[in-house]
Each structure stands twice: as C-alpha cells, then as structure tokens.
C-alpha cells in the first residue's frame, strides 16, 4: 500500500513571497491533517479535512494560511506571504474515517517539506 | 486549555530499560496516543491507550491512568535503532484532535 506523499520535500523561499505544498493521502483514508512542527517541538495541527469538509482549523492563522481539500482527496496548503517564523516542517498526515469520539484510527504521516524563509 | 508534558531529553545505555513519562492535562480526552520520529524523518505510531493499564507490544509497553492524567512508554531491550524522539499525543474531541507534547530525545549509547 502506498503512504502518504507530499511534495516537494524541500523549499527555500524569500519572506512576504508565497508557497504551496501539495499532499496526497493514502487510498480510501477519509480523513486528512496538516500539520507545522517546528524544530524541536512537536507536531502543531494546522487544519483537518472531514472528505472534502473542513472540522478543524482553530490553529491555522487564516489571514496568510488557507488550505483546500478539493474532490475530498488530495490536498494543498499555501502560505502568502511567508514570514521567517513559517520556516518549519510541514507534515501531512491521513486516516480513515473517525466516526466516533475515542475510535483507534493512528495517523499515517507523510514525509513532510521542510520550509526554510529567509 | 490543554497542557501536555515530557522530559525534553534522555540517555540510557543498550540492553537496558528506559522509560518515558507524559503528563497531561485536557477536557474532552478521548486516549493517548505514542509515536516515534527520527532525525528528519515523520512520525510513526507506536500505541494507543484509551482504556486504564498497561498494553504491551514487543519490546514496547504502553501504561495509562486517566484518573492522574498520567501515561508512560516503556522501551525494553534498546538498541541503538531507538535513538529518536518519542512523541506522547492526546486525542480529544469529536473528530479524535491530537495535541502532542514536545516530544522526548532518547539517545541510546553502546
């Protein structure tokens, strides 16, 4: 079975320009996650697709973030503009469909881009 | 809010038995979850604990006490494959949200 893939895997950009990374989750998996770690932290949840829905997005700074779940499969994340604290690494991660509080679904996390601004 | 601690660091010698403790505080608390991340790797599920007690896998076991908010991954027989960061995560919510602590550096050595 494939996992879960993301590209690209590295991006070095200039503050105030723009990005977008991509993610494709594994087959079937209903739901989707995008998360920021920063070195040395743990994984933050940016945003989390229901299918093509969004049911979290409490933690993604709106006014630069967006991302889109488009079909209710794969998925891009863009940050416009960037500033030099979204240098980080961005992980995607999927699962199948949660349909009750407490259901054991583990998350299958991508390899990440690692996003340097500069 | 939702507080969730571990040791930012630890060693421990191979062959021997380390484990790693996770505190938590959080309303809605569904189970807690461990993964393991490598240097520049993702991270890769280890466990889940939603009920009270200890679950064991290989050389991994998994304890939790939701009364005292309380969890620990328990390593056995570590190899120097074991140096990683070990990651302690809540679920909480209606859609199984998790919140991960910072995560513990364990550096195996011969």
């Known amino acids: 079975e494939a996992g879960v893939a993301q590209s690209p895997r590295y991006k070095i950009i200039e503050k105030r320009q723009s990005v977008a990374f991509w993610c494709n989750p594994i087959s079937g998996h209903a739901t989707l996650y995008w998360y920021q770690q920063i070195l040395g932290q743990g994984p933050k949840l940016l945003i989390q697709?229901?299918?093509?829905?969004?049911?979290?997005d409490s933690q993604l700074p709106k006014d630069r973030f967006s991302a889109e779940r488009l079909k209710g499969v794969d998925s891009t994340l863009k940050i416009q503009p960037a500033k030099l604290e979204d240098s980080a690494v961005y992980l995607c991660?999927?699962?199948?469909?949660?349909?009750?509080?407490?259901?054991?679904?583990?998350?299958?996390f991508g390899p990440g881009t690692r996003l340097t601004v500069t | 809010g939702q507080n969730i601690d571990q040791p930012t660091e630890m060693t421990a010698t191979e062959g021997a038995i380390v484990q790693i403790n996770c505190t938590y505080q959080?309303?809605?608390?569904?189970?807690l979850f461990w993964y393991q991340q490598h240097a520049g790797e993702a991270p890769t599920f280890l466990s889940y604990?939603?009920?009270?007690g200890l679950e064991e896998k290989g050389r991994f076991s998994s304890f939790l006490s939701r009364s005292k908010g309380y969890s620990y991954l328990l390593l056995k027989e570590l190899q120097m494959k074991d140096s990683a960061s070990y990651l302690c995560a809540v679920s909480r919510g209606g859609y199984n949200k998790l919140i991960f602590g910072a995560g513990t550096r364990l550096a195996v050595h011969p």
């Open positions: 604990n939603v009920l009270d």
């Open positions: 991660a999927s699962s199948p469909l949660s349909r009750l509080a407490g259901d054991h679904y583990e998350q299958y």
């Open positions: 959080t309303s809605g608390f569904n189970g």
């Open positions: 697709f229901q299918n093509n829905g969004v049911v979290d």
